[in-house]
């Protein structure tokens, strides 16, 4: 299958094309969009996750693309992007059973530094691992038990230790495999609003990924800890300019020279310090002239006007941050919590001055 030459986003259709039986043309559509997808996510990665996860394909069995260290899949690491009506689903899994004692037999020399490592990632991300019984005749494969499933969050030091523990004995018997998964959804419609920024926006998730992945792989917890150190450093000069790694999405009115709105996904430090990021296209809207480095607008939140706000161009990337002021700062504070979305709608009232209103996403 020849992927399209433009790509522009996972739109509904492709999710929709899943629910719908016998509609071949409309399934055939949503793989182009899928193939095509993976191919752009896989240049968009870091450059020691492609190297962890070489091959990348089309699966129009599940209905998903996939990222996967082994050509044959099911052999090692693979993070699969599930398309279903309702939902995209990322799921990182390690089902061998030679794998998966490669892989315990590190983490085993380092449970907490393992957990650490999970404790990383988004809160939302779900943590599950199976206990699945293998018939010794036919090598067929059914599931048991959860030996663990819910959030990261659920599981302190002891509890990694024993459920470590547990899992390593478990998948060391000839009858029994202990699958290893992460998982994230993503509503459909928030997916499809994403548009072709959904590209970047998973290459983000998916990176922060990757010393997970290494240790999944047989790499040492510590190696795992140090790569997670590594790219810290590497990005602490964002991070001093308070750049953080976050999600960004399309809004559905696209930027014109007088009017525009934008969808974020809101994270613990954009409440905590009051200030919405929004991707480097949006800073001509709001530059003077080439030199312009902040640009005051007047924020709009229900019955509070705030005109202490500002948007600031941020180096290297000349991204767009709208910095809030203490009203409108305030109004964030109380209406939000990390992972929900906020809309900005940015109009230009004449050459000097630009009006912010900054809605809540239901």
Do not use: C
Request: glycine share 4%; proline share 6%; charged share 25%.
């Amino acid at each position: 299958m020849q992927p399209p030459e433009e790509f522009t986003g996972l739109g509904m259709p492709v999710f929709t094309a899943f629910g719908w039986a016998g509609e071949e043309t409309a399934q055939n559509y949503a793989y182009s969009q899928l193939e095509q997808f993976i191919i752009l996510l896989h240049a968009a990665m870091s450059t020691d996750l492609q190297e962890e996860l070489a091959y990348k394909g089309l699966s129009s069995v599940d209905n998903s693309v996939y990222l996967s260290a082994a050509e044959n899949v099911e052999k090692d690491v693979h993070i699969a992007f599930n398309a279903r009506p309702l939902s995209l689903e990322i799921q990182l899994a390690l089902t061998d059973k030679s794998a998966l004692n490669r892989a315990l037999k590190q983490i085993s020399k380092n449970p907490q530094g393992f957990l650490n490592l999970l404790r990383q990632l988004d809160p939302n991300w779900e943590f599950r691992v199976q206990q699945v019984q293998v018939d010794e005749e036919t090598g067929e494969r059914a599931n048991y038990q959860d030996i663990y499933k819910g959030a990261i969050a659920g599981l302190d030091d002891d509890g990694i230790v024993a459920l470590v523990e547990k899992t390593n004995y478990l998948n060391s018997d000839e009858k029994w495999v202990t699958p290893i998964y992460l998982s994230l959804r993503i509503p459909s419609d928030q997916a499809a609003a994403m548009q072709g920024s959904i590209v970047p926006v998973m290459s983000e998730r998916i990176n922060v990924l990757g010393p997970v992945v290494s240790v999944l792989r047989g790499s040492s917890v510590k190696k795992g800890i140090a790569a997670k150190a590594k790219v810290q450093k590497k990005e602490a000069p964002e991070a001093e300019k308070s750049v953080p790694q976050q999600v960004l999405e399309q809004a559905e009115k696209p930027l014109s020279k007088d009017e525009f709105s934008y969808i974020s996904e809101l994270m613990p430090l954009h409440i905590n310090r009051g200030f919405v990021n929004m991707t480097p296209e949006y800073w001509p809207f709001f530059a003077v002239n080439a030199r312009t480095e902040s640009r005051p607008v007047i924020v709009e939140v229900g019955s509070v006007r705030d005109e202490e706000s500002a948007v600031w161009r941020l180096q290297p990337d000349d991204l767009a941050r709208l910095v809030l002021g203490p009203k409108a700062h305030l109004w964030l504070e109380d209406h939000f919590v990390p992972g929900d979305y906020i809309e900005i709608v940015a109009t230009r009232i004449s050459d000097s001055e630009i009006h912010i209103a900054l809605k809540a996403l239901s």
